[in-house]
T-cell receptor, first 108, second 116 residues
Framework: AQRVTQPEKLLSVFKGAPVELKCNYS??????LFWYVQYSRQRLQLLLR??SRESIKGFTADLNKGETSFHLKKPFAQEEDSAMYYC??????????FGSGTKLNVKP | GAGVSQSPSNKVTEKGKDVELRCDPI?????LYWYRQSLGQGLEFLIY????????KSGLPSDRFSAERTGGSVSTLTIQRTQQEDSAVYLC??????????????FGAGSRLTVL
């Protein structure tokens, strides 16, 4: 079965510190990987996807097929980054699978 | 509409009652998903509709849960004989044709269900 694992339920960092939210997937092959974010009292929304190879709000994520990982990184966290982050995968244009989420808390 | 609409936004019901949750996807989106979001449990897949294909019901937790999608648009998630463990936020999401490389999910605001 396809699995997306986010090992950290909660990650707390100070403002300006680097942050890395971990995501591992279980399926070999060529998945599509995504990061979704949910800010307080807002809808879940797409943050970035691996095929775009883009940086959004200073966040980047690199697909590492050898380690089956898609970790989300930002060199200098901001307080407004505090949110719930979900990693998601999709294979063969089929349905999306989500991880259990990591709550990022950026302290002033 | 401009986004995915869900109703009701909040529902409080008594244990044993039936509830219906509605999702109105973005016009033209052929794929529709229901997820359940519980504290500490992340996003749990429930059911997936894609065009005229048979829905993928593999995530429904019990036979008390059912969903339908009429005319390829609006979807209703029905929970019969609700239990306290059904309390959660039920999220609906839609996307364009599943085989599109530009496929991303757009989520609704969710329906918060509280079973007393």
């Amino acid at each position: 079965a396809q699995r997306v694992t986010q090992p950290e339920k909660l990650l707390s960092v100070f403002k300006g510190a680097p942050v890395e939210l971990k995501c591992n997937y279980s399926y070999s092959g060529s998945p599509e990987l995504f990061w979704y974010v949910q800010y307080s009292r807002q809808r879940l929304q797409l943050l970035l996807r691996h095929i775009s190879r883009e940086s959004i709000k200073g966040f980047t994520a690199d697909l590492n097929k050898g380690e089956t990982s898609f970790h989300l990184k930002k060199p200098f966290a901001q307080e407004e980054d505090s949110a719930m982050y979900y990693c998601a995968s999709r294979y063969n244009f089929n349905k999306f699978y989500f991880g259990s989420g990591t709550k990022l808390n950026v302290k002033p | 509409g401009a986004g995915v609409s869900q109703s009701p936004s909040n529902k409080v019901t008594e244990k044993g009652k039936d509830v219906e949750l509605r999702c109105d996807p973005i016009s033209g989106h052929t794929a529709l998903y229901w997820y359940r979001q519980s504290l500490g449990q992340g996003l749990e897949f429930l059911i997936y509709f894609q065009g005229n294909s048979a829905p993928d019901k593999s995530g429904l937790p019990s036979d008390r849960f059912s969903a339908e999608r009429t005319g390829g648009s609006v979807s209703t998630l029905t929970i019969q004989r609700t239990q306290q463990e059904d309390s959660a936020v039920y999220l609906c999401a839609s996307s364009l044709e599943a085989r599109s490389g530009a496929n991303v999910l757009t989520f609704g605001a969710g329906s918060r269900l509280t079973v007393l």
